[in-house]
């Protein structure tokens, strides 16, 4: 018999599968008494699963990801009465060293060199390319031994990998610009191509192009209301956070905004 109503918090769910195995893990929290945690998961299920289980009170969850701007992160779940916090999230960081001088890799060549060793997508987190010497990976612990061993070529380049300490990641904080605009909505389409500093046009074709992302969630209409607090991607082109919105005396709409590259 389910502890929690699984047909109710799936319903509108638009990530069916991954929510289903969090709520498995949940439900298997509350029964045996213990702090449990998911696989990784990408922002855009991590947003959702907030959403659902921020309705619960059976449940207690922490997200993390092995620093604060970690895209992809675990879940770790418990009842409400035992203590939870970040600490309790088993996660092990990489090194991945080689010399990438003149062959550079990717984000992709890096995660597809990990990947072909035979482990699956939700048991690495996030993936920091240092350029030309190599890139950081954190993963779950149990796959440490395992890559340490099986992981030596990225592209055509030699790798070593080894276990290191959070201390030793080299997160290099965001770039970031502060901005304000004056706009008659609250588009997607008119505040996006400000941000961006792209014409209206432009950000309209990415739009439809399936480029663009509000809080994680692929939108495709330009004319998709926001509001403070969203968040927007763009393909290529980094984050923009809307921050405080006021009416001008015009009652147009004055924009905070922070754009991460």
């Not at 395992?146 to 992981?151: E, I, K, M």
């Amino acid at each position: 018999m389910s502890l929690l109503a699984k047909s109710e918090l799936l319903t509108g769910v638009e990530n069916r599968e991954e929510i289903t195995r969090i709520i498995d893990k949940a439900e298997q929290a509350i029964k045996t008494w213990e702090v449990l945690c998911t696989d990784f998961f990408s922002p855009l299920v991590l947003a959702e699963a907030e959403t659902v289980f921020g309705r619960l009170t059976e449940i207690e969850t922490v997200a993390w990801g092995g620093y604060p701007q970690a895209e992809r992160k675990r879940i770790g779940l418990s009842r409400p009465d035992i203590p939870l916090d970040k600490s309790q999230i088993e996660l092990a960081a990489l090194d991945i060293a080689g010399n990438f001088l003149f062959d550079p890799a990717t984000h992709r060549d890096f995660l597809g060199a990990i990947l072909g060793t035979g482990i699956v997508r939700e048991k690495v987190g996030d993936i920091i390319v240092l350029g030309e010497r190599g890139a950081q990976a954190i993963v779950v612990p149990e796959m440490v031994e395992f890559l340490t061993t099986s992981l030596t070529q990225v592209r055509s380049v030699s790798v070593k990998t080894q276990q290191i300490e959070f201390s030793e990641l080299k997160i290099l904080p965001p770039k970031k610009k502060e901005m304000t605009t004056v706009e008659a909505s609250m588009r997607l389409d008119a505040i996006a191509s400000a941000g961006f500093g792209m014409s209206r046009s432009k950000m309209a074709e990415a739009i439809s192009s399936k480029d663009v992302r509000v809080n994680w969630k692929e939108i495709t209409q330009a004319s998709y209301n926001l509001k403070s607090g969203d968040l927007i991607s763009v393909r290529g082109k980094g984050r923009l956070e809307i921050g405080e919105v006021s009416l001008t005396k015009k009652q147009r709409y004055r924009i905070d905004l922070v754009r991460y590259r």
